[in-house]
């Protein structure tokens, strides 16, 4: 799955989409999408990155006690 990065508009390539869905885990593995090489996996925080079309992720997925908000 590919999100962006909002800070430098990058696409990301994360590695692990349980982890993504998880809302206990803040932070996603992911590699920058940039030049001709793969680039190592970096943990992304999951409030930095936003779908390609710069729509925000689902706040279930973010944030677990969502239900309550």
């Not at 590919?2 to 932070?27: F, N, R, Y």
């Not at 409030?47 to 706040?59: C, K």
Request: aromatic fraction near 6%; hydrophobic fraction near 35%; proline fraction near 7%.
């Amino acid at each position: 799955m590919l999100l962006k990065d909002k800070q430098s508009g990058e696409l990301v390539k994360i590695l692990d989409a349980d982890i993504l869905i998880d809302p206990s885990k803040e932070t996603v593995a992911a590699r920058l999408q940039a030049g001709q090489e793969e680039q190592d996996p970096e943990e992304f925080a999951k409030t930095d990155l936003v779908f390609p079309s710069n729509e925000e992720l689902p706040l279930c997925w973010k944030d677990p006690d969502y239900q309550l908000h």
